[in-house]
C-alpha cells in the first residue's frame, strides 16, 4: 500500500509540477518545497489533493513546508491520519 | 553609526543631487545603470571585489568579482547587438534566480534596450499578456522555461529572439539562440549606450482592479534614488554583506537585488532555492549575512517555525533587518527582536515609485506595526478621496499621496498614458493604499484603496484571475477577491456560478485551482473557491466585488444601492 501511496503522489507531483519533458527526477526522498519545485502558494493545491483522495482535512498546524517537502515527508503525515 | 544618521536633519537639508553628487552621476556624459553597477566601481579600484555569490538549493556556490560582472553584463550586451538588439528595444529576462538573470540585466542596460524582468513562476497566459503589451523583441531564458515561451511564440510576432542561458545548439528549436555567459569569449571592453538621463531603462509589470497588468516604465536617472536609499535605509557599508531575497522578476529584486547593492559596490548574496527556515538560517550563518532584506510572508513563515530552529544557528553576523512588500504587524517586529536581538524594520514603495518611499530609519525609534516616516527629499502625505486636499488631523485615514519628482519614480505605464495621468490628483501621484499619520509624523498602514489583491507582498488583479477563470470549462461566471491570511496578509479567494450541467466538487475545486496556477502563476491561484448560484450584481451587470469583499472580512456593508449603481 506504501508502494502504492508513493507512486500516486509522485505521479501526482509531475504531471502538476512539472513542465512536460521536464528532465527532473523525483521520488520520494525529492525536496520539493525547499528546492522550488512546489512553492509555497502551489501547496494549498497539494494539500487538497491528499485531502481528497484520502477524505481527511490537515490542520493548518500540520501543514507546514516541512510536511510537504518530500513525498516521504507526506507519507508520514498521512499516517498520523492512519492512511498508509 | 549608521550611514543616515539624524533623519530629522538629513530630511530638512536633503537634495538628490547630494546623491548624484556621490555616485559621480553623468561624469563623461554617462548616465546609464549598467556602468553605475560595475565599470565604475572597478574604475574606482574594486574590481577584484566580491560582487555575487550565488548559492543553487544543493548548497553549490558560484562567486563573482566585480570585475567578473563587468565582463560578463559586456558579453551579453555584445551578444544583444551582435544579434540586432537595438536601443530602446525590450528584452524580457525570464528565469529563476541564477547568476545570469543578474548579470544579463546589467548587459541589456548596457547596450541600450529596456530590460523586463518576468517572474519566471508565471504560467503561458500571464507572460503571453506581458510580452504582447510591451511588444517584447527579445526574450533571455533557461531550458527549464523555454517551453512555456514555444508555447505562446505564434502569438507574438514582435519576439523575434529567444535566447537560452543554458543550452547548447543542439537541444535548441531551430530560431532559438544559445548562449553560455561563462563560455563565451570575454569582452573586456564594450561601448556602453550613452543613455540620457531620462531613457527608458526598466520596465516592470504590475496589477490594477481593471484591465490588463500594465508596465510601469523607469528611466536610468533612477539609479539616484536606489543608491541613497540603498545606503540610507538599508544601511549598506562597503563591508557588508547584503542579502535581498526577493525575486528580480519584481521590482524589488530589481531596485534592491541589483541596482541600489552593485552601485553602492557591496557584495551581495543570492540563494536559489525555495522557502525553508533550516536552509535560510544555514545560508545566513554560512555567508555571514550582515544586512537583510525581505518580506513579512517570509518573516510569518519564520514565526512560525519558532525560536528554536534560530538557536541552531549562529545568527550574530546580522546587523540590520529590513522588510518590504506589505505591512509588518507589530507582532513580526516584536518576534524579530526576540529571535533576533534586532527588530525589522519596515520599508514602504512600490513598482511605479521605483525606489523607498516610506519607511523606518535606523536611528530613530521604531513603532512596531507603523510604516515609519517619508524619505528625505519625498514628500508625503494623506488625502482625503474626494477632493484630494491634504488631510491635517492626525489619525485620520486617507490616501497616501507623493509629491511627483523623485528620480526612481515611474514615467509612464507603457502604451497607457491615460491610466498614468488617472493617477495624479491635485497634484499629487495617489499610492491607491490607505493609511494614516499619527501626531510624530508616523504612517500607519491600513489598506489597498481598490479590489488589488496583496498576496505575500506582490500585487494580483482580480481582473486577469477573472478572465482566466472563464477560459475553464466549468465556470460560467467568478469574483476574485483577497481574504484574509495570517502568512500571506491575503490569498486569493474565488467566487464561481458554475455553467449547466456542472456540479460544485472537491475535484472540480482542485481542477480549477490547478488551471489558474499553470494559466496565471501559483500567486494568483485561488486558495479557497466558493460556488454560488450566481454573484451579486450592480443593474448594469457589474459584478460587485466589494459586497464579496466586505462580507469575506466581516465589515460593515452599508448601502449597497450605490454600489448597484455603480
Not at chain 1, 513546508?65 to 516521504?72: C, L
Not at chain 2, 537639508?13 to 553605475?36: H, P, Q, V
Not at chain 2, 490594477?208 to 516604465?217: E, I
Amino acid at each position: 500500500m506504501c508502494e502504492d501511496l508513493k507512486k500516486l503522489i509522485i505521479e501526482y507531483v509531475k504531471k502538476e509540477y512539472l513542465e512536460e519533458e521536464d528532465e527532473q527526477e523525483v521520488d520520494e526522498n525529492t525536496p520539493l518545497i525547499s528546492s522550488g519545485i512546489v512553492d509555497s502558494f502551489s501547496m494549498v493545491s497539494l494539500k487538497m489533493f491528499l485531502e481528497k483522495k484520502f477524505e481527511i482535512k490537515i490542520p493548518d498546524e500540520k501543514a507546514t513546508t516541512e510536511a510537504f517537502d518530500s513525498v516521504n515527508n507526506m507519507i508520514n503525515l498521512l499516517k498520523e491520519f492512519n492512511v498508509s | 553609526m549608521s550611514n543616515i544618521g539624524s533623519y530629522e536633519e538629513k530630511y530638512k537639508t536633503f537634495d538628490w543631487e547630494i546623491s548624484a553628487e556621490e555616485l559621480e552621476y553623468g561624469k563623461n556624459g554617462m548616465y546609464n545603470i549598467g556602468y553605475y553597477c560595475s565599470d565604475r566601481i572597478c574604475d574606482k579600484g574594486f574590481g577584484k571585489k566580491i560582487a555575487l555569490i550565488w548559492q543553487g538549493f544543493k548548497g553549490e556556490t558560484k562567486t563573482f568579482t566585480y570585475d567578473d560582472i563587468r565582463i560578463y553584463s559586456n558579453v551579453f550586451a555584445k551578444f544583444l547587438k551582435d544579434n540586432g538588439l537595438q536601443d530602446g528595444d525590450r528584452v524580457c529576462i525570464f528565469m529563476d534566480r541564477i547568476p545570469e538573470l543578474y548579470i544579463s540585466f546589467l548587459g541589456i542596460l548596457k547596450m541600450g534596450s529596456i530590460a523586463q524582468p518576468l517572474f519566471s513562476a508565471f504560467g503561458d497566459e500571464a507572460l503571453f499578456t506581458r510580452l504582447d503589451d510591451a511588444k517584447t523583441k527579445a526574450i533571455l531564458t533557461t531550458k527549464k522555461h523555454v517551453r512555456k515561451i514555444r508555447r505562446i511564440r505564434e502569438k507574438l510576432p514582435e519576439l523575434t529572439k529567444v535566447i537560452v542561458v543554458d543550452a547548447d545548439d543542439k537541444s535548441l528549436k531551430d530560431d532559438e539562440i544559445a548562449i553560455s555567459m561563462e563560455n563565451a569569449p570575454r569582452v573586456e571592453h564594450f561601448d556602453v549606450f550613452k543613455a540620457g538621463k531620462e531613457t527608458p531603462s526598466v520596465l516592470h509589470y504590475t496589477s490594477g482592479t481593471t484591465g490588463k497588468p500594465k508596465g510601469a516604465m523607469h528611466v536610468h536617472a533612477s539609479i539616484i534614488s536606489q543608491y541613497i536609499t540603498a545606503k540610507w535605509v538599508l544601511d549598506i557599508m562597503p563591508d557588508d554583506i547584503y542579502w535581498c531575497t526577493a525575486d528580480p522578476g519584481w521590482v524589488t529584486g530589481t531596485s534592491y537585488g541589483i541596482i541600489g547593492p552593485w552601485a553602492n559596490g557591496v557584495t551581495q548574496v543570492v540563494l536559489d532555492s525555495g522557502f525553508s527556515s533550516e536552509n535560510w538560517y544555514q545560508f545566513i550563518e554560512k555567508h555571514k549575512v550582515t544586512v537583510w532584506y525581505t518580506a513579512p510572508t517570509a518573516i510569518r513563515l519564520l514565526m512560525k517555525d519558532g525560536t528554536d530552529v534560530v538557536k541552531k544557528h549562529n545568527l550574530s553576523c546580522l546587523r540590520h533587518l529590513i522588510s518590504v512588500g506589505e505591512p509588518l504587524n507589530a507582532e513580526a517586529v516584536l518576534w524579530s527582536e526576540q529571535a533576533f536581538g534586532k527588530p525589522f524594520y519596515d520599508s514602504y514603495w512600490q513598482t511605479e515609485t521605483g525606489s523607498i518611499v516610506i519607511t523606518n530609519y535606523p536611528e530613530m525609534k521604531v513603532k512596531p506595526g507603523s510604516m515609519g516616516k517619508a524619505f528625505p527629499g519625498i514628500k508625503a502625505t494623506i488625502v482625503d478621496p474626494k477632493n484630494f486636499e491634504p488631510i491635517t488631523k492626525p489619525g485620520t485615514v486617507g490616501l497616501i499621496a507623493l509629491k511627483p519628482g523623485w528620480p526612481a519614480m515611474f514615467r509612464t505605464y507603457w502604451a497607457n498614458k491615460e491610466l498614468y495621468d488617472g493617477k495624479f490628483k491635485n497634484g499629487w501621484y495617489i499610492c491607491g493604499d490607505r493609511s494614516s499619520i499619527d501626531n510624530d509624523g508616523y504612517f500607519w498602514f491600513v489598506g489597498r484603496d481598490d479590489d488589488v489583491i496583496n498576496t505575500g507582498g506582490h500585487l494580483v488583479g482580480p481582473f486577469e484571475i477573472e478572465s482566466a477563470l472563464l477560459e475553464h470549462e466549468a465556470v460560467a461566471e467568478s469574483a476574485a477577491i483577497g481574504k484574509p491570511d495570517p502568512v500571506n496578509m491575503e490569498v486569493v479567494k474565488a467566487f464561481i456560478a458554475l455553467k449547466p450541467g456542472y456540479e460544485p466538487s472537491a475535484d472540480l475545486e482542485l481542477s480549477i485551482m490547478n488551471f489558474i496556477r499553470k494559466k496565471l502563476s501559483p500567486l494568483a491561484m485561488p486558495q479557497e473557491i466558493e460556488f454560488v448560484k450566481s454573484l451579486p450584481k450592480t443593474r448594469s451587470g457589474k459584478i460587485m466585488r466589494r459586497l464579496l469583499h466586505a462580507k469575506e472580512w466581516g465589515e460593515e456593508i452599508g448601502d449597497t444601492s450605490t454600489l448597484e449603481d455603480d
